[in-house]
Nanobody
Framework: QVRLLESGGGSVQAGGSLRLSCAGS????????MGWFRQGPGQEREGVAV???????RYANSVKGRFSISRDNAKNTLYLQMNSLKPDDTAKYYC??????????????????WGQGTQVTVSS
């Protein structure tokens, strides 16, 4: 049974930093692309960052240069380091596992398993 569990959310002032973690279990963690998505109030869930099994990252334009995605396959854990946070970054953040092995995924429908999410609130 695939399980994903996020942690590390919280409240921070604009300009601050947070680090999210996502622990995966129930599958061969290193074989799959992993991603971070977010959903703000009244908004659709959108891709933030994805990292392939080979470590190649991709980012939404809105977070490039501020966020960094990484993975530790030995610990089955995905990370998202978020710096220079803005109020627009306020959202619930979800980690997700790709539907299939391989790489290059980005769309929501290319990710099959999702965590419960962790709230990030950035105040001005």
């Amino acid at each position: 049974q695939v399980r994903l569990l996020e942690s590390g959310g919280g409240s921070v002032q604009a300009g601050g930093s947070l680090r999210l973690s996502c622990a995966g279990s129930g599958y061969t963690y290193s074989a799959y692309s992993m991603g971070w998505f977010r959903q703000g109030p009244g908004q659709e869930r959108e891709g933030v960052a994805v990292i392939d099994s080979d470590g190649s990252p991709r980012y939404a334009n809105s977070v490039k240069g501020r966020f960094s995605i990484s993975r530790d396959n030995a610990k089955n854990t995905l990370y998202l380091q978020m710096n220079s946070l803005k109020p627009d970054d306020t959202a619930k953040y979800y980690c997700a596992r790709a539907r299939d092995v391989g790489g290059g995924y980005w769309r929501r429908d290319e990710f099959r398993y999702w965590g419960q999410g962790t709230q990030v609130t950035v105040s001005s």
